[in-house]
């Protein structure tokens, strides 16, 4: 039988300013009641319960404490596509610098994206590295294209963002050691190990009640260029999108503002999230000092107009080149996106 038991609404402390927000139903399952899905009614009894949408109960509490074998050991987490984003070259790269890191599976919330990315992300979802997510928010609310409310307006802050990133932790939670929460051009760079792994297997040991792990971004600005261009391939002349090799300059931030982390979490010790730190956890949170792991993010300076005096010189992502650009080269390739001309 059906039971409607009364739910506990609790609205997430971060929402940017925006009128909706996300917000956590919490219902008590009722004694003796072995649930397999879940429904969310506005008026008791009144709707009708083969019209609703039920949802299937995912996480269930096992009973003794043997240690779970997790179907992946790290699952990226990217919130939202939207408009008509097509910067397939750098998608391409940071998806195998993932899968050469030891990532197993990316998880796309997708609004919208460009032609050649759509392309890309058939191709690797038929793969099963990458997990779509459809995510037409654009049809039931007027998303933001920015985060700030005053400056952006909208209804919701950027196209869900905090929902998506908080509903991937939870479908990750039985199934993935690690979750990643950082946006579709950054990499969770280790700079002492060759893998996540590695990393984790240090950092856990060193501070074993930790759920969460703070790393700070990184940004090198895509209008310096690598003066030799040795990676400027010209297999990838027609490929739309910046090539993260061409760029090693990095911009140390400026210790005066606020410095934006993204996350390693342990999915199982976080109850609620926000986008640069977690608004709940069960268990502690240590920032990552940067020799250690630093996010590298190319895209346009955050400093404005800096020298190349300024910056800089930062060639990590050079020590993975040989086994990367060949699998860009293989993936691009599989997804009809390498013209046939330009290649050795």
Same mark, same amino acid.
């Given at each position: 039988?059906?039971?409607?038991?009364?739910?506990?609404?609790?609205?997430?402390?971060?929402?940017?300013?925006?009128?909706?927000?996300?917000?956590?139903?919490?219902?008590?399952?009722?004694? @003796?009641? %072995?649930?397999?899905?879940?429904? *969310?009614?506005?008026?008791?009894?009144?709707?009708?319960? #083969?019209? &609703? $949408?039920?949802?299937?109960?995912?996480?269930?509490?096992?009973?003794?404490?043997?240690?779970?074998?997790?179907?992946? @050991?790290? %699952?990226?987490?990217?919130?939202? *596509?939207?408009?008509?984003?097509?910067?397939?070259?750098? #998608?391409? &790269? $940071?998806?195998?610098?993932?899968?050469?890191?030891?990532?197993?599976?990316?998880?796309?919330?997708?609004?919208?994206?460009?032609?050649?990315?759509?392309?890309?992300?058939?191709?690797?979802?038929?793969?099963?590295?990458?997990?779509?997510?459809?995510?037409?928010?654009?049809?039931?609310?007027?998303?933001?294209?920015?985060?700030?409310?005053?400056?952006?307006?909208?209804?919701?802050?950027?196209?869900?963002?905090?929902?998506?990133?908080?509903?991937?932790?939870?479908?990750?939670?039985?199934?993935?050691?690690?979750?990643?929460?950082?946006?579709?051009?950054?990499?969770?760079?280790?700079?002492?190990?060759?893998?996540?792994?590695?990393?984790?297997?240090?950092?856990?040991?060193?501070?074993?009640?930790?759920?969460?792990?703070?790393?700070?971004?990184?940004f090198f600005p895509k209008k310096h260029f690598e003066p030799s261009g040795r990676f400027h391939l010209p297999q990838w002349n027609k490929v739309p999108g910046v090539n993260i090799l061409e760029h090693i300059y990095r911009e140390d931030p400026?210790?005066?503002?606020?410095?934006?982390?993204?996350?390693?979490?342990?999915?199982?010790?976080?109850?609620?999230?926000?986008?640069?730190?977690?608004?709940?956890?069960?268990?502690?949170?240590?920032?990552?000092?940067?020799?250690?792991?630093?996010?590298?993010?190319?895209r346009t300076s955050k400093r404005g107009p800096l020298m190349l005096q300024q910056l800089n010189e930062d060639k990590r992502l050079w020590d993975f080149q040989e086994k990367l650009i060949p699998n860009v080269d293989k993936v691009l390739r599989?997804?009809?996106?390498?013209?046939?001309?330009?290649?050795?």
């Open positions: 039988s059906n039971k409607t038991p009364p739910t506990t609404i609790l609205q997430h402390s971060d929402n940017f300013g925006f009128p909706f927000v996300t917000t956590d139903v919490m219902c008590q399952i009722p004694q @003796n009641c %072995t649930a397999t899905h879940v429904s *969310l009614l506005t008026q008791p009894g009144r709707e009708n319960v #083969f019209n &609703q $949408t039920w949802l299937p109960i995912r996480n269930q509490k096992t009973k003794g404490k043997e240690e779970k074998k997790f179907q992946f @050991n790290f %699952t990226v987490c990217v919130s939202n *596509l939207f408009g008509d984003y097509n910067n397939v070259l750098q #998608f391409a &790269q $940071t998806l195998e610098m993932y899968r050469l890191l030891g990532v197993n599976r990316v998880v796309i919330y997708n609004t919208s994206c460009g032609p050649d990315l759509d392309r890309l992300l058939q191709s690797y979802s038929q793969e099963g590295f990458v997990e779509m997510v459809p995510w037409p928010i654009d049809q039931h609310l007027n998303p933001s294209r920015g985060w700030l409310f005053s400056e952006h307006g909208g209804d919701v802050h950027y196209f869900g963002q905090l929902a998506t990133l908080n509903e991937c932790i939870y479908r990750s939670m039985d199934r993935s050691r690690y979750v990643l929460l950082n946006d579709i051009d950054e990499i969770i760079m280790p700079y002492q190990h060759n893998n996540l792994m590695s990393l984790m297997d240090m950092l856990q040991q060193q501070h074993p009640n930790t759920g969460v792990f703070l790393i700070q971004t990184h400026d210790r005066h503002e606020y410095m934006p982390h993204k996350m390693i979490v342990r999915p199982r010790l976080v109850e609620q999230t926000s986008v640069h730190d977690v608004l709940k956890t069960l268990g502690e949170r240590f920032i990552v000092p940067m020799d250690v792991c630093r996010i590298i993010h190319v599989r997804a009809g996106l390498l013209s046939s001309e330009g290649q050795s």
